[in-house]
């Protein structure tokens, strides 16, 4: 914890984040050319023919979706129990994000659904409940903008980030748990064949590698936001 | 490289043009509002 703290105080963040951006940047680009070459010469699967192109986007958006908002809960946790000072900002900015990763999963899904399944949507477990943390991520940015103190505001909206984060493991275990229509796990598992696999692992380091950059751009973003309203506040006194 | 999708191509390319929208969307906004962030607190910095 510890060294957690010392590494984790806004000064810190901005010399250690200034330092790495620059590869971050550099490592998308090159993850994310990688994948789509090796993604667009591969052969068409047995079964799904060309649509497994849909499977290098959809599985690393869906699974950046569940893991950000796993980073938000550990962040809330480290907010509401340590009082962390960067612990809220890095929760806040995270969530737009996650938003969008879980938009792009539903949409890519859907897209994939209509030539696979016959249809773009089913109510089913797998798909309500990653709906379901779509929803999740709006209250909690609504949360969020509707209360004005930052502090009351993080510490309602870490509460919320908690308890929400019961539907992650549901999201998980939907494809074990119950019947449905969605297609079970295949990279832990084996089931894909290594000229799949190697583009979507490169896709999922390389939408990983693209948050984990503009994560700490927003995170920077707001802390030179509050250092100007300090300054601001400081001039009219 | 093959970009012939098909029959699948009414699929296969609105999600790689949403995905990419969004994503360059996305990290176009994040440098802009850096980019104001950082303008004005140098100004501020320099006046006082």
């Known amino acids: ?237 | 490289m093959n970009f012939d999708m098909g029959a699948y191509s009414a699929y296969i390319w609105p999600a790689y043009g949403i995905s990419a929208l969004a994503l360059i969307g996305a990290t176009l906004w994040t440098v802009a509002s850096w980019r104001r962030a950082k303008a004005k607190l140098a100004a501020l910095e320099k006046k006082s």
Request: aromatic share 12%; hydrophobic share 55%; glycine share 8%.
């Open chain 1, 1 to 237: 914890m510890q060294f957690l703290f010392r590494y984790a105080n806004p000064h810190q963040f901005m010399r250690l984040s200034g330092a790495v951006l620059p590869y971050t940047v550099l490592a998308t680009i090159l993850c994310l050319s990688a994948a789509l070459y090796l993604g667009f010469t591969a052969p068409p699967d047995y079964q799904q023919g060309r649509t497994v192109l849909i499977l290098f986007i959809h599985v690393p958006a869906a699974s950046l979706a569940m893991g950000i908002y796993g980073a938000i809960a550990v962040c809330s946790l480290l907010s509401l129990v340590w009082r962390h000072p960067l612990a809220d900002i890095a929760a806040r900015t995270a969530a737009p994000l996650g938003a969008l990763f879980t938009a792009l999963g539903l949409i890519t899904g859907a897209l994939w659904g209509k030539p696979m399944w016959g249809t773009y949507w089913v109510w089913d477990a797998r798909l309500t409940s990653f709906l379901l943390l779509l929803f999740i991520y709006l209250g909690y940015m609504a949360l969020w903008n509707a209360i004005e103190d930052d502090t009351r505001a993080g510490r309602a909206a870490a509460i919320l980030a908690l308890v929400g984060a019961v539907n992650i493991p549901i999201i998980k275990f939907s494809v074990n748990w119950w019947n449905t229509l969605h297609q079970g796990e295949s990279i832990v598992s084996g089931a894909l064949a290594p000229v799949f696999l190697a583009p979507l692992l490169l896709m999922l380091l390389g939408y990983g590698l693209l948050f984990a950059t503009l994560w700490m751009v927003r995170i920077r973003t707001v802390i030179m936001e509050r250092r100007a309203r300090t300054l601001m506040q400081a001039g009219e006194a």
